[in-house]
């Protein structure tokens, strides 16, 4: 039996491993399953089809697998699903996905999200990613591996914030951020790229030497984007242990629907 405490209510429907741990006055709905050693903390409301996986810390009062916030929904089977070993701090709130997109939110592995932050319905947040107090990610959201935002800024509908990405304070992104850069302000604009991220994450001279000649090409050298892309694609030749940061980075500014800031 997965460890309750006397005063939460737990439907009898939920699926939870045996080593999961509830807290006190939280509330768990019929359709929400829970792994193994995952704690969830006092006044939690976890409701919908809501999976969360295993080694999580879920603070105090979050609620998690809401109705997402879209009035275009209609009732509709949707779900919000959460990896493993994620910090999620107090009060935040993560809604369930829409039919309009996909129909899930998702969450990867090992974030850690801090304090009042709203991840809303259809978002797509990585792995390894760094959220701090009173972010909001507005629908459709999606955020590349290792990314940092920066608390009190708010993101626009569908952008897109990619791998190894730094956003700073209060910020308002309302267009999408490519991989390794690094940005900040109202309106946002492009600082550089995010060397001390990539030090700690081992990349090496070479990476590193490619991502500030891709940051060279996109901000720098005053180049259409299509002339920038194509540029940043003979990177991959010129230093093939590189070729999959630009491969990244291609990839990313051929699915930019709402324009890169630039």
């Known amino acids: 039996m997965a460890r309750i405490h006397p005063t939460a209510l737990v439907d009898a429907a939920a699926e939870l491993d045996e080593t999961a741990e509830i807290g006190p006055f939280a509330i768990v709905g019929a359709q929400v399953r829970i792994g193994a050693q995952t704690t969830i903390g006092p006044h939690c409301v976890i409701e919908g089809r809501t999976t969360i996986g295993r080694d999580n810390r879920i603070g105090a009062y979050c609620a998690l697998g809401g109705a997402p916030q879209d009035k275009k929904y209609a009732g509709e089977p949707t779900e919000l699903v959460i990896g493993d070993g994620n910090t999620i701090r107090e009060y935040c709130n993560f809604n369930r996905g829409t039919v309009q997109d996909a ?126 892309r194509e540029a940043i694609a003979q990177l991959a030749a010129d230093v093939p242990a590189a070729a999959a940061d630009v491969a990244l980075m291609t990839g990313f500014l051929a699915q930019a629907g709402r324009g890169i800031v630039r």
């Not at 709203?118 to 999606?142: E, P």
């Not at 608390?151 to 490519?178: E, I, N, T």
């Not at 604009?189 to 000649?213: H, Y």
């Not at 090409?217 to 180049?223: D, H, M, N, V």
């Open 103 to 228: 129909g899930v939110t998702r969450l990867g592995d090992r974030n850690w999200i801090m304090a009042n932050v709203h991840v809303a319905h259809d978002c797509r947040v990585g792995s390894d990613i760094v959220i701090a107090n009173f972010v909001g990610l507005a629908g459709h959201v999606h955020v590349g591996d290792w990314a940092v935002i920066g608390g009190l800024s708010g993101v626009h509908q569908f952008c897109k914030l990619g791998a190894h990405v730094m956003v700073g304070h209060s910020s308002a992104v309302s267009q999408d951020v490519p991989p390794f850069m690094m940005a900040d302000g109202n309106p946002l604009a492009a600082r550089g790229f995010n060397l001390e991220g990539l030090r700690r994450r081992g990349f090496d001279a070479r990476r590193i030497a490619v991502v500030k000649q891709m940051h060279r090409l996109l901000y720098r050298q005053k180049l259409t984007l299509e002339q920038a």
